[in-house]
């Protein structure tokens, strides 16, 4: 079984622009969630989509937004970069969002932001 | 906030059991210990969880106190390749697939 696909694996964007980041999770997984990952703030949840719905979200500015599709594949967002958007952005998936189910991570899309 | 205390760092030497411990003392009855570890630039791979029992798979075994407020990871035979970031997270029910990840253990494998 192919696991959680997120492309690009590299991106380059300068202030101001917009980004929008792809995953496919694994075959037959519903759930996808969304993190950010910096060398200041760790690892930090952005939000979280079951069935095509928000489920979770976490504590980042309107920027930042999300979606789902019919087939669970989901993309993220981000206008109007800026610096401090520089990060790795990692993309998870899981059968359901229950407490005792593993969650399984991609390798990320990194972005630079100049 | 995290839940957890872990060590920010520890070392281990190649062949010999790495035991990392990981504090949780304010942990709930349904909440479930999650073991992450995460290699340079890569995304965090999953390891191994429990809620009471002790448990054991491949990579590694969990051992949860009684009271169910540590728990320490047991890497049996370490490898170079075990260098990582390791994350005990504990999981909220009502957060669903939001993992709340403190600073982990920069776990080293030396020769």
Known sequence: KAGVTQTPRYLIKTRGQQVT??????????SVSWYQQTPGQGLQFLFEY???????????PGRFS???????RS???????????????????????ASNEKLFFGSGTQLSVL | DAKTTQPPSMDCAEGRAANL?????????????????QIHSQGPQYIIHGLKNNETNEMASLIITEDRKSS?????????????????????????????????TRVLVKP
Not at chain 1, 21 to 30: A, E
Not at chain 2, 27 to 34: A, D, K, Q, R
């Open chain 2, 72 to 104: 320490t990871l047991i890497l049996p035979h370490a490898t170079l390749r075990d260098t990582a970031v390791y994350y005990c997270i504990v999981r909220v029910p009502a957060a669903g697939n939001k993992l709340t990840f403190g600073g982990g």
């Open chain 1, 50 to 60: 079951f069935s095509e719905t928000q489920r979770n979200k976490g504590n980042f």
């Open chain 1, 66 to 72: 999300g979606r789902q599709f019919s087939n669970s």
């Open chain 1, 21 to 30: 980041l792809s995953c496919s999770p694994i075959s037959g997984h519903r």
């Open chain 1, 75 to 97: 993309e993220m967002n981000v206008s109007t970069l800026e610096l401090g958007d520089s990060a790795l952005y990692l993309c998870a998936s899981s059968l359901q969002d």
């Open chain 2, 21 to 37: 411990p990981c504090n949780h003392s304010t942990i709930s009855g349904n909440e479930y210990v999650y073991w992450y570890r």
